[in-house]
């Protein structure tokens, strides 16, 4: 997602950080608002069941002989 937002630039970990700091009460009220709208359209399940609503496929090759 983030990718997506910096048109596919990396941002550095402080870039990230800072902004998360700054914005950190609006990112808690948004996680919170898409928490309460998976609910609602049934896409997850709370309480005692692990909840996933990304079931993204990624090929990789994690061997050491490919790591280099």
């Known amino acids: ?3 997506l937002i910096t ?3 990396h ?6 950080c800072a902004f998360r700091r700054e914005h950190q009460a609006l ?3 948004s996680f919170g608002k898409v928490l309460q709208l998976a ?3 049934q896409l997850a399940q709370f309480g005692q069941i692990p909840v ?3 079931g993204t ?12």
């Open 1 to 3: 997602m983030v990718r």
């Open 7 to 9: 048109k596919d630039t």
């Open 11 to 16: 941002p550095e970990h402080d870039t990230i």
């Open 27 to 29: 990112l808690r009220e």
């Open 39 to 41: 609910q609602a359209l």
């Open 52 to 54: 996933s609503l990304d």
């Open 57 to 68: 496929k990624i090929a990789a090759n994690a061997s050491k002989h490919s790591a280099g």
